[in-house]
């Protein structure tokens, strides 16, 4: 079954505390990116790659750090969280070229205290 | 740079109504447009796209989108809503020539007996 897998599903943390999101993607998908919602927001890019160990700025992305040494494999770090991060996070896989799906995984909600 | 909106954040219909969510873009060429559902504690999944090949474009679970240029508006409708269409709907767009997608604040909709 092709899938995005996130994990994960939630997490409560402390300010400070280095943390990670995995995600990870089984349809070989070049293009794979990181959102966070907010109410009222909608989603927002926060990094995004077009391939391995190519990746680049959303357009929220202080705070984060991202790497892609997989193609299957994008995780989302914060080596700092802070409670501004409060949020629910996607990691997203679609296909290079124009017009295509995204297919998203189920979700991070993270809470920063 | 390109925006997307949806007026009303909330639209409640009753059961058999019609459903009406409205999506406008900001773009001086035809981008690529999706509509995305977001059921409780889940990803999102695409309802369904425009990518030019017809303006009237049918999706999945009865829905439908109509693309105007002169409007510049992809309006989701299906004639008679269910009770398991209660979701939050993005409309989104791919700006020509990326795979970033530009989301709009989203439209909760709640469908009562």
Redesign the interface.
């Known amino acids: 079954e092709a899938q995005?897998t996130q994990n994960p599903r939630y997490l409560i943390t402390v300010t400070g505390k280095k943390l990670t999101v995995t995600c990870s993607q089984n349809m070989n998908h070049e293009?794979m990116?990181w959102?966070r919602q907010d109410p009222?927001?909608?989603?927002?890019?926060i990094y995004?790659s077009?391939n391995v160990e190519v990746t680049d700025k959303?357009d929220v992305p202080e705070g984060y750090k991202v790497s892609r040494k997989e193609k299957r494999n994008f995780p989302l770090i914060l080596e700092s969280p802070s409670p501004n991060q409060t949020s629910l996070y996607?990691c997203?896989s679609?296909p290079?070229?124009?017009?295509?799906?995204?297919f998203?995984?189920?979700?991070t909600r993270l809470t920063v205290v | 740079a390109q925006s997307v909106t949806q007026l009303g954040s909330h639209v409640s219909v009753s059961e058999g109504a019609l459903v009406l969510l409205r999506c406008n873009y900001s773009s001086s060429v035809p981008p690529y447009l999706f509509w995305y559902v977001q059921y409780p504690n889940q990803g999102l999944q695409l309802l369904l796209k425009y990518t030019s090949a017809a303006t009237l474009v049918k999706g999945i679970n009865g829905f439908e989108a109509e693309f105007k240029k002169s409007e510049t508006s992809f309006h989701l409708t299906k004639p008679s809503a269910h009770m398991s269409d209660a979701a939050e709907y993005f409309c989104a767009v791919t700006p020509e020539g990326y795979n970033k997608l530009i989301f709009g604040a989203g439209t909760r909709l709640a469908v009562h007996p």
């Open positions: 995005v293009y990116s959102y009222g927001l909608g989603l927002r890019q995004y077009m959303g996607f997203a679609t290079l070229g124009a017009g295509t799906e995204a998203f995984g189920q979700g």
